[in-house]
């Protein structure tokens, strides 16, 4: 991946992801967004987001399209640029993302990398990865589950301001292996599940995303439940910004998979109640029956023993004659 994928200009971050969309399914560059950065770049309006001062030109075409990125131009490299390289499931995540809101949203002015002080006034370095001040909603994706902290969380909310915020992850977090899963429940606490998704490849038609919740079994290990799973295109936004899976709002999937979970549970709970009676019971019986058996076994020992001394007693009697 190219060491650029975002640009500072006027005081916004441009991720390359700007420039993309989707028609019709296809993924496509926005060629008015291209040509705007294209232009703007001539003017040096492009700079490298790490406060180097270095200037940008946007390499973008309609061949190659991995290969989309900032450069800096010829001229105006400062050595003492130190910005991060981000990684391709980021990049190629994002892109996705911004096609499945384009989409959804149906909103030209959505903007990517927003700083929380551009929402609020506020110095904060947290961002919203995608913004749409018209329709009042946002989206944070995380790439590494470490990035999540109840501290970006509580900014993010706290300075949304009416905005809803839709958390996503990438799809490599998932799973617990019965472990307690930190930072993924501090999204489900804040939304009621996690959202986790998988780019497949550099398409938004390749995309999946899966809904899961975790929650405890009987035993103790924690569980990931998948309740909703496809194709990105599969999800869908109405107009309050609720997430909808295949026509039924996520919500109302949730709250049936719970509680199928929870039924799951305690049937499992009830099974487990039969069995540990079914044993106490076997239990009890073998118990009685060792005492039965005892008691048989006593009782022989004792006649025995009886008819042992009354042999004896009629053999001494029979000397004495």
Request: net charge neutral; charged share 35%.
């Amino acid at each position: 991946m190219a060491q650029r994928t975002v640009a500072l200009c006027e005081g916004k971050y441009i991720g390359i992801e700007t420039i993309y969309t989707v028609i019709d399914g296809q993924q496509i560059n926005i060629p008015e967004k291209v040509e705007e950065l294209r232009v703007k770049s001539r003017v040096n309006k492009l700079f490298c987001p790490c406060g180097c001062g270095s200037n940008l030109i946007l390499v973008a075409g309609d061949k190659n399209l991995r290969e989309q990125h900032f450069r800096v131009k010829d001229g105006t490299e400062n050595k003492d640029c130190h910005m991060p390289v981000e990684g391709k499931i980021s990049v190629f995540s994002k892109i996705v993302l911004k096609c499945w809101l384009d989409e959804q949203l149906q909103d030209n002015g959505i903007e990517t990398r927003v700083p929380i002080h551009a929402v609020d006034d506020i110095n904060r370095k947290y961002e919203f990865t995608f913004l749409s001040q018209a329709r009042a909603f946002a989206l944070s994706y995380w790439r590494e589950r470490a990035n999540i902290t109840n501290d970006k969380i509580e900014i993010l909310e706290s300075n949304a301001k009416g905005i809803r915020i839709l958390y996503v992850v990438d799809a490599s977090n998932g799973g617990c292996e019965g472990q307690y899963p930190e930072a993924l429940m501090k999204l489900q606490n804040q939304q009621g599940y996690c959202l986790l998704l998988e780019i497949g490849g550099f398409d938004y038609c390749k995309a999946d995303m899966k809904a899961v919740f975790y929650e405890k079994d009987n035993d103790g290990f924690w569980k990931e439940i998948a309740f909703a799973e496809g194709p990105l295109r599969d999800y869908s936004l109405d107009i309050s910004n609720n997430v909808i899976f295949r026509g039924i709002p996520l919500n109302q999937t949730l709250n049936e998979a719970k509680e199928n979970y929870n039924n799951r549970l305690q049937e499992d709970r009830n099974k487990r109640l039969e069995a540990q009676k079914k044993r106490e019971e076997d239990n009890r019986r073998a118990r009685e029956e060792e005492e039965r058996k005892r008691q048989e076994q006593e009782k022989r020992r004792t006649e025995a023993e009886k008819q042992r001394l009354e042999l004896e007693n009629k053999h001494q009697e029979e000397k004495r004659q």
